[in-house]
Structures are given as C-alpha cells and as structure tokens.
C-alpha cells in the first residue's frame, strides 16, 4: 500500500524554524529558516548532480555500451568527482574577442540558477517542501523556462557562429516542446483540480486497484499512460537529452551555446545541464509517479529513487537513440506533439467530464 502523506501540512522552513526556535524572532527568525532550508535542498541536489555529471554518467552509458568507465580515481572511480571539479575549475577562464558583456558572464548563472529556483515548489517527502503555493505548477515551469533565455544568451554573447546556431536552436527547441508539455501537464490538473503541488501529489495516494492483494496506486502513470509519454518525451526535449540534443550537437555545431566558454563558466553550464535533467525528473515524478509517496522507506527516499529512475532513463536514451536533425525535431514538436497533447487534453477533459464529475 502507498503511504498516504501530509504534505500541505507543513513546509520545510517552518519545520526548520520549530525545531530551532527561530520562531521566536518573528519575520527575522523566519527569514533564517528558510534561507536555512533553501540551502539543505540546494545542497542535496548539487550533490546529486555533481554525481551524475562526472560520476554516473560515464558509468552508466559505458554499462550501456560495453565499455570500461572510470575506475582509477578511488572505488569505482568515485572519485573522479573531485578531481574533476579541480580540473575543470583550475583551468583558465578564456574569454573571447568581441564577447558581450556582462551578458556572457551572466549567461551560466541564468542557466544553472533556473533550474535551482524550479525546486523550491517540488514536494519530497513529508514536509520537505520549501513552500507550497496554489500554483506551484505554474511557478515551476515559468522558473525552468528562464532557462531558454540563458541558451540564447550565451548563444549569443560568444561571438561565435557556432554558439549563435546553439542558441537558436534551443529558442526553437524549447518553444516547440515547451507547449506540449505545458498542455500536457494541463490534463493533469483535470484529473487532480488544482495547480497545487501537493493537492497533486494526494490526488494519486487513493488506491486505483488491487491485484492479488497489491494495491495499484492511481498514480497518473496508471491513469492516463498516453499522457505520461507525451510528458516524458517532452520533457527530454526541453532537457536536451538525445534524441534531441540538437542545440550543443557535437558533430554539427562543436558544442553549440557552450563553445566559448571554459573553466568555471562551463562547469556552472554542465551543472545546470544535469539541474535542469533532475528537474525535470522531479516535474515527471510529482505529476505522474505519485512524488514521494511509496511503501516503508521514507518520502525524501522514494521521491530520489524515482528521479535517479528518469535520469537512468535519460542516459539509456542518451546510448541508444540517435540524434534527430533539427528540421526534424521542429517537424515532431509541432506536427506531432502539439497535436497529440491537446488531443489528449481534449479527451481527459471528455472523460472527466462525463465519467467523473
């Protein structure tokens, strides 16, 4: 049986802030809470992303791809983390000739801070929610779409021809998936009536079925599986994961928006590359996979296995699907996603409205 969790009950400052005492310094004592809170969440997906990009990655698609990853650094490679992360900040910062400042130095903040702004809304356990707005589903995808404005900026900033093809392939990119899945979340919101994240989340704790005595939760997977693809294959386009990874392409546009840039600048970059991925993970999880919710382990443990599940799922992608061209990638967001999701829309609406209401 799926545990049933409180969410809306409390948020992480507030409970921070209780343990502490810091309620008994009024607004100041509240602000120490939550800038307290912002930091423990910042820090667990830093982490986690720090794993994945220097770490997982290459374990996974070597495992993928019959080949040896990294094993020479420490147990398992582990620790290629940080020397990796000493490498690549130790290298000189190479600015180039004719670059737009400030706006290329301000570039792979906006990339790497979008995605870090995106958890604030995202429930991951019982009370481990930095806050709880009515509509937290909105507030998170216009956060992760500042994303598209830091592409596009670096793009152009570099003074670079192929940075300037990078950029504007993920304006297109980004424009033509980021409706989709919008519209597709949308059909979320008809089943659960709330832009709530965690009225979302205990929308899907009630049992769907049960099978030999196992409970099937209604997570909106199970309900509705045609939008759960068409969430997920967008959701991998907005991320940038193959087969549509089109603005950095290596063998067309050398690294496409990121050309330019080394040392701290790429590392913010690839940071906010496998953020935004985990983001995109937790979007997926809190909308279809029922968040934190699971049987015996705690919430905070469920909600990181699902999206470690996602990011597994990306890497795989990542070894076994070719990457489209960009005539293609446009032709399949507009001609085939646009139109699939508000077709699904359309009929969640149908049903909802004749079965359910």
Known sequence: MVGLLPLQDVVLPDRIADLTGLDQFGVFGEFIAALLAAFVIANLMLAMSGVAGPWAKRKITAAFTDRIAVNRHGPAGILIIPAASVQLLAKELIIPDGADRPAYDLAPLIIASSAMLGFAVIPMG??????????????????????????????????????????????????????????????????????QMSEIVAAQAQPLATVAGVGIPSWYAFVNPFAFVLFMVANMAEVGRNPFDVPEAPTEIIAGYQTEYSSVYFVLIYLGEFLHIFLGAAIVTTLFLGGPAGPVLPGIVWFIIKIWAIFLFTQWARSALPRVRIDQLIEIGWKGMLVLSFANLVLTAIIVGVFIA
């Open 126 to 195: 019982n009370g481990i929610h930095l806050a709880d707005p009515e509509t937290g589903l909105v507030l998170v995808f216009a956060i992760a779409s500042i994303a598209s404005l830091g592409l596009t900026t670096a793009g152009y900033a570099s003074n670079n021809k192929y940075s300037m093809l990078g950029g504007l392939r993920a304006v297109a990119q980004n424009i033509a998936y980021e409706i989709p899945l919008i519209v597709t979340a949308a059909s979320v919101v008809i089943f659960a009536g709330t832009l």
